[in-house]
């Protein structure tokens, strides 16, 4: 959905995910690439702009900051504090708030009645990093989801915008024209 909302803003971005061979329940990891000309690279983003990490179990693993650059974005879905995760110290180098916590999971369950906190983190993303409009995050969201489910998710994606949009003291850094921007998603299959 995330590919779907840069195409929706008439911009380029490629998306794929890798799975390994690793058995059911896994951690996977999907990659997003956005830039305003055509992609040609082909290959796993191995130094991310951002980071949305969808199961907060997953934060112990090692190499899971590993490539995040200086100014990075980090979202993490979780109820608990920087602090309480323990990570608080070990992101301090990133610019003030590009690294931050939304409560997606609690969201998801309040809007769509089902612990799906993806689409949600996309509103959460869209907020603290400027990279995409809410506009068009929405719309993808209602592109893939159709009816009543399209809209619970489109909600709770709005509630994620509006939290993140809130805690912030100043609004996100806008992208620079011709950039090509990397993301990867971190969830447990």
Known sequence: ML??????????????????????????????RIADRPIRLREPVSNPDALIIQDPTLLQQTALFEGLRPDGFVLINSTRSLDELGLASFLKNLPP????????????????GRPLPN???????????????????????????????????????EAAYHLIAKSMTKPPLQRSADETREAIHVEAD
């Open 97 to 112: 708030e590009h690294a931050l916590i939304v409560p997606a999971t609690e969201l998801a369950l309040r809007y769509i």
């Open 119 to 157: 689409s949600t983190l996309l509103g959460g993303f869209a907020a603290m990093t400027g990279e995409l409009r809410l506009a068009s995050v929405l719309a993808a969201i209602r592109q893939k989801f159709s009816g009543k489910i399209g809209e619970a998710n489109a909600q709770a994606a």
């Open 3 to 32: 590919s779907i909302a840069a195409f929706l803003e008439g911009r380029y971005a490629q998306a794929f995910p890798s799975f390994g061979s690793e058995r059911m329940g896994a951690p996977v990891m999907a990659f997003c």
